[in-house]
């Protein structure tokens, strides 16, 4: 008779995909060593913490039924509506931005929760919408309302990136669902027509700087280029074996901005090389590989929405920042998953991966969808 030695919850964990996860926090806690100066205070220590944490929140999600998710949806999308509405009203004001809320033992932004808030409450939408009505305007005009409200609030803060982030997830599972693609076709088109009239009328001064920095970074290097070209400049040094680690002169001289949360990349790519840099990629292409096959497995047309939008949000997050930090998208503050320091980035990938394995739990065990 063989014998159990390791316990059933913790066996059934998909370590494939969360061993990497490990290395990576603890890569990106050496990083944030390093940017301190050699200290584990103030970030590479919480930040390991704030992951073990967040991992057996995510473990702790990942046991709840599929009714769960379903009866939660509406209730957590109004919740997190009714926090951007205190952040406007009551928020903490940091960086020119009023994105906090002072919770005493924490400081949380809500925004960032909102981003697999919407993808839950949409999955929710679509899947109890009949099919036969999937081309019609009940599918487009209550999800259109649903995204309107928080993202219109995220911009007033104003988190321009946050709100494309969370419009990024609402239009992937819009488009998973099944619209017609003529919708898509003529809200590029729309964009496309009123993106000029909104850059000049409604984006603050120092959003269209970010855009025009993005295009000419050299136009302004010691100004609002400074950001990018810094950080460009960090990469470039690095080469491909870096610079070693405890060496990197943009960060340890403060040369780079925001060295532990935007940018860590560049702070890693200087010390670590493209070596570095390839690591962290292979281990992200790990976790979307995990959330698209969970994905492509789900039992039923919610799980499938449901796993497709938080995978699309952790590969947004990526994606975001690494073009950011090489000069390839405006500099729109969207912190790298599992590396740059910040509890609410990290509260929400953990939820979003919390998510995920929920899914992937109901399709080996069809018990846990009730």
């Known amino acids: ?36 100066g050699g200290s584990l205070r103030p970030w590479a220590g919480m930040h390991v913490a704030r992951f073990i944490v967040f991992l057996g929140m995510a473990i702790g999600i990942s046991h709840m039924p599929q009714n769960w998710f379903k009866r939660a949806a509406f209730p957590i999308y109004g919740t997190l509506c009714v926090l951007l509405v205190l952040v406007e009203a009551l928020g903490k ?80 599972i819009m488009f998973l669902a099944g619209l017609p693609m003529r919708w898509f076709a003529g809200g590029g088109l729309a964009a496309a027509i009123a993106g000029p009239i909104a850059f000049f009328t409604l ?9 025009f920095v993005f295009l000419n970074p050299e136009s302004d290097p010691l100004g609002s280029g400074y950001h990018i070209t810094q950080s460009k400049i960090a990469i470039g040094s690095g080469g491909f074996f870096g610079k070693g680690f405890g060496n990197g002169s943009q960060s340890h001289l403060d040369y780079l901005p925001e060295s532990h949360t935007d940018f860590v990349f560049a702070t890693m790519a200087e010390e670590w090389g493209m070596l570095g840099g390839l ?38 997050y990526m994606a975001i920042n690494l073009m950011m930090v090489m000069g390839l998208a405006p500099v729109v503050g969207i912190p790298l998953p ?11 990938i953990m939820v979003c991966f919390g998510t995920i394995m929920a899914v992937e739990r109901w399709s080996r065990r069809p018990g846990g969808l009730s």
Do not use: C
């Open 338 to 348: 599992f590396m740059s320091h910040g509890g609410s980035s990290m509260m929400t």
């Open 1 to 36: 008779m063989k014998r159990a030695y390791v316990p059933r919850v913790i066996a059934a964990q998909p370590w494939g995909v969360i061993f990497p996860l490990f290395l990576l926090v603890l890569f990106g806690g050496a990083v944030l060593y390093s940017a301190a």
């Open 93 to 172: 004001i940091g960086g020119g931005s009023q994105r906090w809320l002072n919770l005493g033992f924490m400081t949380l932004q809500p925004s960032e929760l909102m981003k697999p808030g919407i993808v839950l409450v949409l999955a929710w939408f679509y899947d109890s919408l009949p099919p036969s009505e999937i081309r019609g305007w009940r599918a487009i005009v209550p999800a259109g309302i649903l995204l309107a409200f928080p993202a219109g609030f995220v911009i007033l803060q104003p988190d321009l990136g946050t709100a494309l982030a969370i419009t990024f997830g609402a239009v992937v």
């Open 203 to 211: 984006l603050h001064d120092y959003q269209r700087k970010r855009v």
């Open 279 to 316: 690591f962290g990629l292979a281990v992200f292409a790990i976790v979307l590989r995990y959330g698209l096959k969970v994905a492509i497995n789900a039992p039923d047309r919610f799980s499938k929405l449901l796993a497709a939008g938080m995978t699309a949000t952790i590969f947004f």
